[in-house]
């Protein structure tokens, strides 16, 4: 299975050369290190483990430097799960070369954080009317129990307001329209989510 990571940079928009225009995100990918190759007999599956970036080492702890043995200070570590055992070894590297152009990828990053939202921003939720007397009710949940549902209770999973983004998202069925192996660039089709810096995570098929 194909695997790359990279960073965010921006959107913008490619033609090919049948005048097509695609709007897509800009991948900053770089080269990754296999740190540790794990296995069903001693890790009870099969992984591999990799790292990304480059960190200052002294904003690294003694355990981190411990277990990547000198191959590098990576900043940012993830772990591949495989099918079948691992036919690579820590200290090989991995780049931009088993993916091409028009490959069918899944993406993953940690979408943007927009902090504590109300029900119509956050549930898509309509409000109440904008007429007979309303007021500073246009953006309320309105009512969360009653007697109807669970005896005046408030139900599990009740869609209320709260904590929105930050979490993990996967985009999958996205096309690589173009690769720059001078820059290590990807372009992706679409939007994938995260800001700008955002690491992100690319497998393909």
């Given amino acids: 299975m194909k695997f790359i990571l990279g960073e965010k940079l921006a959107m913008t928009q490619i033609f090919t050369e049948d005048g097509v225009v695609h709007p897509v995100t800009a991948v900053q990918s770089g080269q990754m290190t296999v740190v ?15 790292g990304y970036g480059v960190r200052n080492e002294k904003n690294i702890n003694k ?16 772990e591949e799960r495989l099918p079948s055992e691992a036919t690579v070894n820590p ?8 993916f091409k152009e028009g490959d069918v990828v899944e ?3 940690i979408s ?3 902090g504590f939202q109300g029900v119509v921003k956050r549930h898509m939720f ?4 904008r ?12 009512s969360i129990g009653g007697g109807g549902r669970k005896g005046g209770r408030v139900a599990k999973g009740m869609r209320m307001p709260g904590r929105m983004g930050a979490d993990r998202i996967t985009v999958k069925n996205l096309k690589i329209v173009a690769i720059d192996p001078s820059t290590n660039q990807i372009f992706v089709s679409g939007a994938i989510p995260g800001r700008r810096g955002t ?4 497998k393909g098929r």
């Fill in 112 to 114: 943007k954080g927009k």
């Fill in 199 to 202: 690491l992100i995570e690319i």
């Fill in 131 to 142: 007429s007979h007397g309303q007021k500073h009710s246009e953006r309320e949940a309105g």
């Fill in 126 to 129: 309509e409000g109440g009317r």
């Fill in 63 to 78: 355990a981190q430097i411990g277990h990547a043995k000198k191959l590098g200070n990576f900043r940012y570590y993830r």
């Fill in 107 to 109: 993406v993953s990053a």
């Fill in 36 to 50: 540790q190759v794990k296995n069903k007999k001693k890790d009870g599956y099969d992984a591999i483990q990799y």
């Fill in 91 to 98: 200290g090989d590297t991995v780049s931009l070369d088993s």
